[in-house]
T-cell receptor
Framework: GNSVTQMEGPVTLSEEAFLTINCTYT??????LFWYVQYPGEGLQLLLK?????DKGSNKGFEATYRKETTSFHLEKGSVQVSDSAVYFC?????????????FGKGTSLLVTP | GAGVSQSPRYKVAKRGQDVALRCDPISGHVSLFWYQQALGQGPEFLTY????????KSGLPSDRFFAERPEGSVSTLKIQRTQQEDSAVYLCASSRTGQGVNEQFFGPGTRLTVL
């Protein structure tokens, strides 16, 4: 089946620290991969995506590379800010009867302290 | 509209009550999805519409759950005879087309608490 496993949180970092949140997936075929972010009190927002192997998605200083050989899509940021505190979800798409649905990991909570 | 909206934002129901949750997708978006997010978990797929057609409802946990989108725009998720295990945040998402992989835009969710 299709599933996503991401590292458990919470992750606590000081401002300007380097961030890695690990995500690995199991899928039949070639899914697209996503990172969504959920800020406190807000809905899920797409952070970045990659649609094929070796693609790198990037946005707001965050990056993730679609690694088919290791079935991974780890999220990284070189220098986190307090405003990055949120819950991060790794997800993949899979086909559902003429459409595509998202299969999410459990989420990783990030707290960045000043 | 500017984004996906959902109402109510919070709903408290007594066990056994029926509830109806509304989703207004982004205008013109063809596809609409419902997800259930339990506390501390990621969202899980419930059902999917393309226009007014419900193409997949394999994620609905029981026959107490029913969703509709009669005119291909607004959608309602109805839960009959609510149980405590139904307590969760219910998320609605829409995407522009039904073809290929398109970004899904999420609403803020409805937090349902069943007492």
């Amino acid at each position: 089946g299709n599933s996503v496993t991401q590292m458990e949180g919470p992750v606590t970092l000081s401002e300007e620290a380097f961030l890695t949140i690990n995500c690995t997936y199991t899928a039949t075929g070639y899914p697209s991969l996503f990172w969504y972010v959920q800020y406190p009190g807000e809905g899920l927002q797409l952070l970045l995506k990659a649609t094929k192997a070796d693609d790198k998605g990037s946005n707001k200083g965050f990056e993730a590379t679609y690694r088919k050989e290791t079935t991974s899509f780890h999220l990284e940021k070189g220098s986190v800010q307090v405003s990055d505190s949120a819950v991060y979800f790794c997800a993949l798409t899979y086909q559902k009867n003429s459409g595509y649905a998202l299969n999410f990991g459990k989420g990783t909570s990030l707290l960045v302290t000043p | 509209g500017a984004g996906v909206s959902q109402s109510p934002r919070y709903k408290v129901a007594k066990r056994g009550q029926d509830v109806a949750l509304r989703c207004d997708p982004i205008s013109g978006h063809v596809s609409l999805f419902w997800y259930q997010q339990a506390l501390g978990q990621g969202p899980e797929f419930l059902t999917y519409f393309q226009n007014e057609a419900q193409l997949d409802k394999s994620g609905l946990p029981s026959d107490r759950f029913f969703a509709e989108r009669p005119e291909g725009s607004v959608s309602t998720l109805k839960i009959q005879r609510t149980q405590q295990e139904d307590s969760a945040v219910y998320l609605c998402a829409s995407s522009r087309t039904g073809q290929g992989v398109n970004e899904q835009f999420f609403g803020p969710g409805t937090r349902l608490t069943v007492l």
